[in-house]
């Protein structure tokens, strides 16, 4: 079973988690206030659209993202998991992650408009997959940090207070993409964006910087190539619970196929203007903020197993009220349903895994269950046929389906892993507790002073 850090393993060095916290809060909302100028659901499938790409091309963009956000992590698990120290690897890698978005508005400012359609398109894919691939580099070595400076039981929170303040931030974002797209003649006001999202995750990089990291730890052994890849089979054989999580999620970003029809859909629908995908960002981020504002709780309280579960409901329930809205004001609710799943998944997702994997082995796990997890993204461009020949509406039911399937085998063959590891070590809870008076309560009065 994997070892939890626990809030008394951290009394001696209060301080740092302290800072690490408000850190690490900092550098997430930041950095979704700038994702929130060029979100994948909302503004990215209407600048593809305005290039001229059809719905497969659409159907591109979540693909294109998570296969290339969570492919290549496998690549480098192994340099990460004996990579001392994180935080060195994390700053280098997340520079990589940012500049893709800046090369994206340059593109717009000075290219648009003066190559013809498909150069553009394919240019556009070309560095939207280069920020994916950036992502993915970085996720492990800087989840890896996160993890081994965060206790368990202030990860929900944690995560979901990013989330929050980075939503609340996104409402102004969500405006100010209204207004931008509608003031800004095409394609400038999409380089603005890019250019304002940019500068946010610079300002976010800073407060990376600030991270402390603690005592240096030794290095991981170099298990060599042929042996690390037959630990990733053994990983798939011999861990049942992971597996299954495994399947689980596969199912849940298989749904995500609807993603990108979204926006595209309900503008053509209901005959709206583009500007529209302002508005539907505004509220995706009224409905984070409204979200999270329990997702952690029920996290650090009742394990991220629960979140997981209603992450597939929410998903379930985008998909149907898409098919079933009779007006654009009904539909809102699609974008409130499909911001539940992504925030679910943004607090639950990953904090999950870390507590299933020994945290030696955490990059393998998580580069293990991306990688396989987003081959099932590859939904989104069968999706963009499946509009073609048979309409938006049987997207949305097979992406219903997908969900409903991924809630169902959560339910019956995935197991809390809190239940699990306090099955295995219980006695060993009650001696650290009694060796160490510094309390989880007393933590949260010191924050709250």
């Known amino acids: 079973m994997p070892s939890f850090p626990r809030i008394s393993q951290f009394k001696d060095d209060y301080s740092s988690l302290r800072w690490n916290l408000l850190a690490n809060f900092f550098d997430g909302s930041l950095y979704a206030f700038g994702m929130s100028f060029v979100t994948l659901h909302t503004v990215l499938p209407v600048l593809v659209d305005k290039i001229g790409g059809g719905n497969v091309a659409i159907g591109l963009i979540t693909v294109i993202w998570t296969i290339g956000f969570n492919f290549p992590q496998i690549l480098v698990a192994n340099f990460v998991q004996k990579y001392e120290p994180k935080k060195r690897?994390?700053?280098?890698?997340?520079m990589v992650q940012r500049i893709p978005w800046f090369l994206l508005s340059v593109m717009c400012f000075f290219l648009i408009g003066k190559v013809n359609g498909q150069t553009e398109l394919v240019l556009f894919f070309v560095l939207f997959g280069l920020a994916a691939v950036g992502g993915s580099i970085n996720l492990t070595a800087w989840f890896s940090l996160v993890m081994r400076i965060t206790p368990v039981r202030l990860?929900?929170?944690?995560?979901?207070?990013?989330?929050?303040?980075g939503a609340l931030l996104g409402i102004i974002g969500g405006l100010l993409v209204t207004d931008i797209l509608g003031t800004i003649s095409y394609p400038d006001n999409f380089g603005l964006l890019f250019l304002i999202a940019f500068a946010c995750m610079m300002i976010s990089y800073a407060f990376l910087i600030t991270l402390k990291e603690g005592k240096a730890r030794p290095r991981s052994p170099d298990l060599g190539h042929a042996k690390f890849f037959h630990t990733l089979s053994e990983i798939l054989t011999t861990e049942r619970n992971f597996r299954n999580f495994m399947i689980a999620d596969s199912l849940q970003i298989a749904s995500t196929m609807a993603g990108g029809f979204y926006t595209v859909y309900a503008i053509r629908k209901f005959s709206l203007s583009y500007v529209y995908a302002g508005t539907f960002t505004v509220v995706n981020m009224i409905s984070?903020?409204?979200g999270n504002a329990f997702f952690g709780f029920l996290a650090d309280k009742f394990g991220h197993r629960l979140n997981i579960i209603l992450a597939g409901a929410s998903a379930f329930s985008a998909a149907v009220t898409a098919i079933l809205s009779p007006n654009v004001q009904v539909y809102f609710l699609v974008f409130v349903f499909w911001s539940f799943m992504n925030g679910l998944n943004g607090v639950s997702r990953l904090p999950i895994m870390a507590e299933i994997s020994p945290e030696h082995e955490l990059p393998t796990h998580i580069a293990l269950a991306n990688m396989v997890d987003s081959s099932f993204a590859l939904t989104g461009v069968l999706a963009g046929f499946i509009v073609n020949v048979w309409g938006y509406d049987v997207v949305f039911i097979v992406a219903a389906l997908l969900a409903v399937s991924s809630v169902?085998?959560?339910?019956?063959?995935?197991?809390?892993?809190?239940?699990?590891?306090?099955?295995?070590s219980s006695a060993d809870v009650q001696a650290a507790v009694v060796a160490n008076p510094f309390t989880e309560s007393e933590l949260r009065t010191d924050l709250s002073n």
Do not use: C, D, N
């Not at 990860?155 to 303040?165: K, Q």
């Open 288 to 290: 984070m903020i409204v």
């Open 89 to 94: 690897l994390v700053l280098m890698t997340s």
């Open 155 to 165: 990860r929900g929170r944690l995560f979901a207070a990013r989330a929050m303040m």
């Open 408 to 424: 169902i085998w959560l339910i019956y063959m995935f197991e809390e892993p809190r239940k699990k590891a306090s099955q295995h």
